[in-house]
């Protein structure tokens, strides 16, 4: 398993450092942010170390947005959230501090709960969409070729 000994996440997931632990099993670990935009604001990681989103197996993607479905479902039953986002860091354009995979569940409660995604849509014709859409595909077909392979390879072992 990738484990990095300079990564709090990894640090977190195998209890060299405390959190306050929501979910756990063998592959995922939720735990309350430290620093949280709002009440409840849960953060969902794979224990093993992956840098990010598009790193992880996606069987353990699939894990992993299972357990923050959970987690936003009981967000609104049981801390009375009107709602909530998810979403996840790639690079450190998008935001990323921490280098270890993780998916943020915030609860939201009203407009001014802290939390704030600024979208500015751009004119319609901007950019050639069909051209966007041809060059996209190429590659998810990479991707996909790429999929087919890590399958095959599992099936092996
Ligand atoms: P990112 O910006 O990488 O998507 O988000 C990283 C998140 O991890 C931040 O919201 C930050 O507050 C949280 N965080 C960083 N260090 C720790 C820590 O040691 N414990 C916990 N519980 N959260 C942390
Ligand atoms: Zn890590």
Not at 35 to 40: F, L, R, Y
Not at 78 to 82: G, I, S, V, W
Not at 96 to 99: D, E, I, L
């Given at each position: 398993m990738n484990y990095d000994d300079n990564c709090i996440f990894c640090k977190i997931g195998r209890k060299e450092i405390t959190s306050a632990i929501v979910y756990e099993d063998d592959e995922v670990l939720a735990f309350l942010d430290v620093?949280?935009?709002?009440?409840?604001h849960t953060l969902v990681v794979t224990k093993e170390h992956f840098k990010n989103f598009n790193e992880v197996p996606k069987n353990l993607i699939s894990k992993v947005f299972s357990v923050a479905q959970m987690i936003s479902q009981a967000q609104i039953m049981?801390?009375?959230?009107?709602g909530c986002n998810i979403l996840t860091n790639i690079n450190e354009a998008a935001g990323?501090?921490?280098?270890h995979f993780h998916v943020h569940v915030i609860p939201r409660?009203?407009?001014?709960?802290g939390f704030n995604l600024d979208f500015t849509p751009k004119a319609?014709?901007?950019?050639?969409l069909p051209i966007v859409a041809g060059d996209l595909k190429k590659g998810l077909s990479v991707s996909y070729t790429h999929l087919r392979a890590h399958e095959t390879r599992h099936d092996l072992v």
């Open positions: 620093n949280p935009v709002s009440k409840g049981e801390l009375h959230a009107a990323q501090t921490v280098m409660y009203d407009q001014t709960d319609i014709g901007t950019f050639n």
